[in-house]
Nanobody, 123 residues
Framework: QVQLVESGGGLVQAGGSLRLSCVAS????????MAWFRQAPGKEREFVAA???????DYSNSVKGRFTISRDNAKNTVYLQMDSLKPDDTAVYYC?????????????????WGQGTQVTVSS
């Protein structure tokens, strides 16, 4: 397993942008699929975006076209670029890892999680 640490959250006005980063420990980062989830108060943790170890991506319908997931294996880091932010994007954002070539929209398929970073979008 890897240990994950997110950063980059904050307060932003609607229409603004943020870039989240998630740094993973260990030397086998390139062997993991990575994903971002988010959880708003009183709601279930939901899938946002995923990238396989080969670079394929998947996005939830609510963020497609506004968010971009990317990774830099040399830096053991996965990013989430968030543009055109909306108040509904307000949540704690978590990165997660899954060993192997696949990916999933189910949080139960991911074995390691970061501590989360708060994103607040004001109207």
């Amino acid at each position: 397993q890897v240990q994950l640490v997110e950063s980059g959250g904050g307060l932003v006005q609607a229409g603004g942008s943020l870039r989240l980063s998630c740094v993973a420990s260990g030397r086998t980062f390139s062997s993991y699929g990575m994903a971002w989830f988010r959880q708003a108060p009183g709601k279930e943790r939901e899938f946002v975006a995923a990238m396989t170890r080969s670079g394929d991506t998947d996005y939830s319908n609510s963020v497609k076209g506004r968010f971009t997931i990317s990774r830099d294996n040399a830096k053991n880091t996965v990013y989430l670029q968030m543009d055109s932010l909306k108040p509904d994007d307000t949540a704690v954002y978590y990165c997660a890892s899954q060993y192997g070539s696949g990916w999933s929209r189910s949080r139960y398929e991911y074995t390691s999680w970061g501590q989360g970073t708060q994103v607040t979008v004001s109207s």
